[in-house]
């Protein structure tokens, strides 16, 4: 070998000592690729699964989505219902509270009608009208004013009940002591009077019931003297039931 080439040729140990060292570094480029691949399909495999996870779960939302969805309709469907039944129940309340308002509204203060009773025509007559002061005997006056009662009752509500109320104000009985125990019986016997002239003039007595109601239900304040008039009455009621 010629001295100056020395340090610039390789040996056949050198070449062949490079050679294995290539081969040695393209096997382990070779199996860290392999290696690479390897890890490449784990981690698309991976991703594919989740990935499909993620779509399994995205179904279950919509699924889950569209219930509830359906569960609040429902809920107003149910609530709407629950509203119309609630109307409903107020209606028939007020109903039934008219209806018994209408029962109760015509009947005479003190007597109100039993069950389905209804008062179906009452008038008041003041019994200065019909007697004298403290008396219960009926004044010509009177009999004429319950003339015309006696035609409505026979004309309109014949074979019905008619009920005759007798009240009085509040003063004790003084003036007339003698005749009677208290109001109570003055409003009894005044009640009497107009019962027996109904009959006298061709009312059913079966169809006649009398009250004595006194001193009670006042119809005006008895501190003034038009108050007290007011009170003293006489109330004839029609009822059917």
């Known amino acids: 070998m010629p001295k100056g080439n020395l340090g610039w040729e390789l040996t056949h140990k050198e070449k ?3 050679w294995i060292t290539r081969s040695k570094i393209a096997v382990a480029l070779m199996a860290l690729s392999m290696l690479a691949v390897g890890c490449c399909d784990k981690e698309k495999k991976q991703i594919a ?9 995205s179904n279950k939302s919509k699924d889950l989505q569209s219930q509830i969805a359906s569960a609040r309709t429902r809920e107003s469907q149910l609530m709407s219902q629950m509203d119309s039944k609630d109307l409903q129940v107020t209606a028939l309340q007020t109903e039934n509270r008219d209806l018994k308002q209408k029962l109760t509204a015509t009947a005479p203060a003190g007597k109100p009608g039993p069950g389905a009773e209804i008062t179906v025509y009452k008038e008041t007559v003041a019994t200065d009208v019909l007697f004298g002061a403290g008396r219960a005997t009926l004044s010509t006056a009177g ?3 319950l003339s015309r009662t006696v035609s ?6 014949p074979g019905m009940v008619v009920r005759v109320y007798g009240y009085t104000d509040s003063d004790p ?3 007339t002591r003698k005749l009677w125990t208290d109001n109570l019986d003055l409003s009894a016997n005044r009640a009497m009077a107009v019962t027996r002239y109904l009959i006298s003039k061709g009312i059913n007595a079966e169809h006649i019931e009398t009250v004595a109601m006194g001193a009670t239900h006042f119809v005006a304040s008895n501190s003034t003297k038009t108050g007290k008039s007011k009170n003293r009455r006489v109330e004839i009621a029609v009822v059917k039931g």
């Open 49 to 57: 699964y989740l990935t499909q996870q993620n779509l399994d779960l």
């Open 152 to 157: 409505l009752l026979r004309s309109r509500y």
């Open 143 to 145: 009999k004429s004013r």
């Open 173 to 175: 009985i003084k003036r």
């Open 16 to 18: 062949a000592m490079i």
